[in-house]
């Protein structure tokens, strides 16, 4: 991808897997909470977490959540029905990619994992 913004300091992470816990409003949130602490990032609001309920495709129910950060944001996607779970870590601080892509493996319960830095 052309960098068009060189002079301004970004990192993206796209991790994505098969999870095999159960996945609901509390454990986003507990994600959202241990991910800012693991990698020494800062929430500045509380995560906005939806859930269509019933609307849409069945094998596209879940969740879409989300927290700011001092830093940028965290957006996370998740397919219940599938058990899949794609994040996306996008700040503008350094952040240690290994960390979070083990962290987020261990704390879903992921056997293999995807992951693009962009």
Known sequence: MKNLAPDIFRQRL???GFYSINVDRGV????????TNELSLRMYGKPII?????TGKKE???????VPLIDSGISL?????RKFVSCIIYTCKGFDEDRAIA??????SIGKIA???F
């Open 115 to 117: 992951t693009t830095s």
């Open 103 to 108: 962290f987020t493996k261990k704390f879903f």
């Open 50 to 54: 939806f859930s269509p309920g019933g």
């Open 14 to 16: 796209l991790i994505e």
């Open 28 to 35: 986003i949130t507990k994600y959202f909470e241990s991910i």
């Open 77 to 81: 996607y998740v397919w219940s029905n």
């Open 60 to 66: 596209n129910q879940g969740y879409d959540a989300f």
